[in-house]
């Protein structure tokens, strides 16, 4: 009895990371629909847990945000070593972390990009690539923990285009909300940039370096396994323009 109670409170976990998930990210949704079920689950998991961090960054205006971070961190990596949380977002992400053995280098390297929004509003190139694989490459390293399903050679193997991938989405984002966080949140991302001054030549190519990263990270997304393939490319493709990336 006492089993079967835990696991309905791993599956209520699990249906507020899946709840998460669907309700912030059209790209995310449609993909994880095409995974098998174990590994549908572990990406909602992974995503609950970095949308709710970013959320206490970009959203939460009127509270002390650097306060809220720093409980959310020491929360998570009290759950990940205990092995239980009563935040449904972490007790399914430390079950996903443990489960698959998420390096917590990974953990770490995002939650410091979380940090850094609170602090830096702009970036020079050794700063933003740094930003960039904290705050997106290291998710996609997460996930790719989950597609490899302890397979170590496999991961290393795709450690470069995963990251890639990761690092396309974000500048994808950058881009996309280049108005907001520029006027609303005083940030910017693209270092020599004047967006005061934007033309459509410094557009064009930061959309040719997203390219280059697209076409790496499709390298590594032909090699996953049949289960978790189709579902990272349809995520890839809704997250930007059929014709920044063709299979």
Not at 21 to 32: D, H, I
Not at 125 to 141: N, Q, W
Request: overall charge neutral; aromatic content about 12%; hydrophobic content about 40%.
């Amino acid at each position: 009895m006492v089993n079967n109670r835990i696991e309905l409170y791993n599956r209520v976990c699990l249906e507020c990371s899946q709840i998460t998930t669907n309700r912030y990210s059209t790209s995310f949704s449609l993909g994880t629909r095409l995974f098998d079920k174990t590994t549908r689950n572990a990406i909602y998991a992974i995503y609950g847990f970095v949308r709710f961090a970013d959320e206490i960054v970009d959203s939460f205006h009127n509270y002390n945000k650097a306060e809220l971070l720093s409980q959310f961190k020491t929360d998570a990596y009290k759950a990940i070593n205990e092995g239980i949380s009563l935040n449904p977002i972490l007790q399914s992400f430390q079950f996903v972390v443990n489960r698959y053995r998420i390096n917590k280098d990974l953990i770490d390297a995002f939650l410091h990009s979380m940090e850094m929004d609170l602090s830096s509003n702009t970036h020079d190139k050794k700063t933003i690539d740094k930003y960039i694989y904290g705050s997106a490459e290291v998710v996609g390293l997460m996930c790719l923990k989950v597609f490899c399903k302890g397979d170590e050679q496999k991961y290393e193997k795709l450690y470069l285009p995963a990251r890639r991938l990761g690092a396309a989405f974000q500048k994808i984002n950058f881009l996309r909300d280049i108005g907001e966080d520029f006027n609303a949140l005083g940030r910017v991302y693209f270092p020599d940039v004047d967006f005061n001054r934007f033309t459509l030549e410094q557009k064009q190519r930061i959309e040719a370096d997203i390219q280059s990263d697209f076409d790496a990270a499709l390298e590594g997304i032909k090699q996953l396994d049949s289960n978790s393939k189709l579902g990272v490319y349809v995520a890839a493709l809704s997250n930007t323009s059929p014709q920044l990336i063709t299979f």
